[in-house]
């Protein structure tokens, strides 16, 4: 699917991608276990070897959500702030990453789901909140720098989720060759 330009695009393939998420992890064989799929040499991204269960995944989606509430709330109310927390950037925010995964080891996958559906339901929300042109004119917002905050929306929702879908996929059919 092409990337979201209008609010209403935004809305309606975040919602629809969550559930085809929330769907493809009730066809997970066993949900809390490690996942079980051969990581190949075409494979090169961090998140293959960084997130080993659905639990990793769904935390990583859920702290990606809190990253774009906290800046967006903050600098709405006058308090300028960085999209990544101190001293993290676009070079080193991989770290970032990691470190999520580390913070939520004793997080159950109930948990993981909660939280999930919350701020999944909390950012769908504040996207409601903009105008299309505040979502997707470049530098509607001093603190968007040279993008657009609907960009900033897309790629913690709907790409986030896609990635996420892809991931739980190869999951899926890992459980179906090992039934074979």
Same mark, same amino acid.
């Given at each position: *699917?092409?990337?979201?330009?209008?609010? %209403?695009?935004?809305?309606?393939?975040?919602?629809?991608?969550?559930?085809?998420? *929330?769907?493809?992890?009730?066809? @997970?064989?066993?949900?809390?276990?490690?996942?079980?799929?051969?990581?190949?040499?075409? *494979?090169?991204?961090?998140?293959?070897?960084?997130?080993?269960?659905?639990?990793?995944?769904?935390?990583? @989606?859920?702290?990606?959500?809190?990253?774009?509430?906290?800046?967006?709330?903050?600098?709405?109310?006058?308090? %300028?702030?960085? +999209? +990544?927390?101190?001293?993290?950037?676009?070079?080193?925010?991989? #770290?970032?990453? !990691?470190?999520?995964?580390?913070?939520?080891?004793?997080?159950?996958? =109930?948990?993981? =789901? =909660? @939280?999930?559906?919350?701020?999944?339901? #909390?950012?769908?929300?504040?996207?409601?909140?903009?105008?299309?042109?505040?979502? +997707?004119?470049?530098?509607?917002?001093?603190?968007?720098?040279?993008?657009?905050?609907?960009?900033? +929306?897309?790629?913690?929702?709907?790409?986030?989720?896609?990635? %996420?879908?892809?991931?739980?996929?190869? !999951?899926?059919?890992?459980?179906?060759?090992?039934?074979?």
């Amino acid at each position: *699917m092409s990337r979201p330009t209008t609010k %209403a695009a935004l809305l309606a393939v975040s919602q629809t991608d969550y559930e085809i998420l *929330m769907k493809l992890i009730l066809k @997970l064989e066993s949900p809390e276990q490690d996942f079980s799929f051969v990581i190949t040499d075409k *494979m090169t991204q961090a998140h293959w070897l960084r997130d080993k269960k659905l639990r990793d995944v769904l935390i990583h @989606l859920h702290e990606w959500h809190l990253l774009v509430l906290n800046w967006v709330k903050s600098n709405q109310a006058g308090q %300028a702030q960085p +999209f +990544f927390p101190k001293p993290y950037n676009w070079r080193t925010y991989g #770290e970032l990453n !990691q470190i999520f995964v580390e913070k939520h080891q004793a997080t159950s996958l =109930e948990k993981a =789901e =909660e @939280l999930l559906a919350s701020s999944h339901k #909390e950012l769908l929300s504040l996207v409601t909140t903009f105008s299309n042109e505040a979502l +997707f004119t470049k530098q509607h917002f001093s603190w968007t720098g040279t993008t657009t905050l609907g960009s900033y +929306f897309v790629s913690s929702l709907a790409s986030h989720y896609d990635w %996420a879908i892809k991931k739980i996929k190869k !999951q899926i059919k890992a459980d179906k060759n090992s039934i074979q």
